[in-house]
């Protein structure tokens, strides 16, 4: 007959290899087109990691290296495979009309919680099985440290995920708006902080091959100005449209409407675009500049501003047909929606405007 270690060594293993073909379910399968919603499936999610939180613990508590009780730790491993196998079944069940951003985030949090676990079990398992049972009960002890990242990555995945696609969206452009931020004060810098930099101070520029010790002449301050009117103005554009898009109200058709949950997708991508296009315009600004460069990367952030203007354009055109046919089945008629297209549209105009100014300088230079 096996003996307590022997049975929580097997079972040990067999927890392993319950979160490796979970996470290979993860990554491969794909998501129903009918299944349930989306408020559902978030409650059983957070009602298992809840219990899958409690699993751990309760595992740790009874194999702990000074003093293992194996014959405790056989339900809390068991516990562990049904946990891990309905986190995985959870995210399968997901609609494909609820938003690939948040398919993607959720999908993300749970390959994180499940490779901790893992972690955390193949860590019990080496002590298990070579009798490496140095322990001293403090926090530096690797099982300590590993079921600290179990919990803390599910506190993460408890409190952080979105509650929806839109959320999701908001997220990643919010990621990229703080950045965008960064890229705009960058130029500001350039512009008004022009006092030398004493010899000692090393930035660490130099070594990826930018002298930021060197200080623009006037020609690049007024380049560096003109770019910096661009990228203002693009920061901003970037940030109403998480303000007027995607924060919608409770009964917006942006978040009933399955066909605009999945547009609002394309957003993330063209938030990236925009970042790529800015990162690339502010790093033809260090000295010595050359008005070439410059106009070859104001050329590729004006085109992904076109494909940012049009996408815009059209999703705007949709949720405000979509907003004012709810409107009619709710109340019979039409009611005054606040439009933001017409602000949209001058900024855009503005852009383009500065960036045409910018060129004609660029021209001349070169």
Same mark, same amino acid.
């Given at each position: 007959?096996?003996?307590?270690?022997?049975l929580?060594?097997?079972?040990l293993?067999?927890?392993? !290899?319950?979160?490796?073909?979970?996470?290979?379910?993860?990554?491969?399968?794909?998501?129903?087109?009918?299944?349930?919603?989306?408020? %559902?499936?978030?409650?059983?999610? &957070?009602?298992?990691?809840?219990?899958?939180?409690?699993?751990?613990?309760?595992?740790?508590l009874a194999? =702990?290296p000074?003093?293992?009780?194996?014959?405790a730790?056989?339900?809390?491993?068991?516990?562990i495979?049904?946990?891990? /196998?309905?986190?995985?079944?959870?995210?399968a069940l997901?609609?494909?009309?609820?938003?690939s951003t948040?398919?993607?985030?959720?999908?993300?949090?749970? !390959?994180? &919680?499940? !490779?901790?676990?893992?972690?955390?079990?193949?860590?019990?398992?080496?002590? !298990? %099985?070579?009798?490496?049972?140095? @322990?001293?009960?403090?926090?530096?002890?690797?099982?300590?440290?590993r079921?600290?990242? #179990?919990?803390?990555?599910?506190? +993460?995945a *408890?409190s952080n995920?979105?509650?929806? +696609?839109?959320?999701a969206?908001?997220k990643?452009?919010?990621?990229?708006?703080?950045s965008?931020?960064?890229?705009?004060?960058e130029?500001?810098?350039?512009t %008004?902080?022009?006092e030398?930099?004493?010899?000692?101070?090393?930035?660490?520029?130099?070594?990826?091959?930018?002298? @930021?010790?060197?200080?623009?002449?006037?020609?690049?301050?007024e380049?560096?100005?003109k770019?910096?009117?661009?990228?203002?103005m693009?920061?901003l554009?970037? =940030?109403?449209i998480?303000?007027?898009?995607?924060?919608?109200?409770?009964?917006?058709? $942006?978040?009933? @409407?399955?066909?605009? &949950?999945?547009?609002?997708? /394309?957003? #993330?991508p063209?938030?990236?675009?925009?970042?790529?296009a800015?990162?690339?315009?502010?790093?033809?600004?260090?000295?010595?500049? +050359?008005?070439?460069?410059?106009?070859?990367?104001?050329?590729?952030?004006?085109?992904?501003?076109? +494909?940012? *203007?049009?996408?815009? #354009?059209?999703?705007?055109?949709?949720?405000?047909?979509?907003?004012?046919?709810?409107?009619?089945r $709710?109340q019979?008629?039409? &009611?005054?929606? =606040?439009?933001?297209?017409?602000?949209?549209?001058?900024?855009?105009?503005?852009?383009? *405007?500065?960036?045409?100014?910018?060129?004609?300088t660029?021209?001349?230079?070169?």
């Open positions: 007959m096996a003996t307590p270690k022997q929580a060594v097997a079972s293993r067999v927890a392993v !290899e319950t979160c490796t073909a979970a996470l290979h379910s993860i990554s491969t399968t794909g998501h129903d087109t009918d299944g349930a919603e989306l408020t %559902t499936l978030q409650a059983d999610w &957070v009602s298992i990691l809840s219990l899958l939180y409690g699993s751990t613990t309760k595992l740790a194999l =702990k000074s003093s293992p009780t194996h014959s730790a056989l339900s809390p491993l068991k516990d495979c049904d946990k891990i /196998s309905a986190l995985s079944h959870c995210v997901l609609e494909l009309k609820h938003g948040l398919i993607q985030e959720i999908t993300s949090i749970a !390959e994180h &919680v499940i !490779e901790s676990v893992r972690s955390l079990l193949q860590t019990f398992l080496d002590i !298990e %099985t070579s009798d490496r049972r140095q @322990s001293t009960g403090k926090a530096g002890d690797e099982y300590m440290v079921i600290g990242t #179990v919990h803390e990555t599910i506190e +993460n *408890r995920l979105s509650r929806d +696609n839109i959320a969206v908001r990643k452009l919010a990621q990229n708006q703080d965008l931020e960064d890229g705009l004060q130029v500001d810098e350039m %008004t902080d022009q030398p930099i004493d010899d000692w101070e090393d930035d660490g520029w130099g070594e990826l091959g930018v002298d @930021s010790k060197k200080r623009l002449d006037s020609d690049e301050i380049r560096a100005q770019v910096h009117a661009i990228l203002r693009s920061t554009l970037h =940030k109403r998480m303000k007027d898009i995607l924060s919608p109200p409770p009964h917006s058709s $942006l978040k009933s @409407s399955a066909s605009l &949950v999945q547009h609002v997708d /394309s957003l #993330v063209q938030s990236s675009a925009l970042l790529v800015s990162d690339d315009l502010v790093a033809t600004l260090y000295p010595p500049q +050359n008005p070439s460069d410059i106009s070859t990367e104001l050329a590729a952030f004006m085109d992904v501003i076109k +494909n940012l *203007r049009s996408f815009i #354009v059209t999703l705007l055109q949709e949720l405000t047909l979509a907003e004012q046919m709810e409107a009619m $709710l019979g008629g039409g &009611v005054s929606q =606040k439009d933001p297209k017409r602000w949209f549209e001058a900024c855009f105009v503005q852009i383009q *405007r500065a960036a045409s100014t910018l060129d004609s660029l021209n001349k230079d070169g």
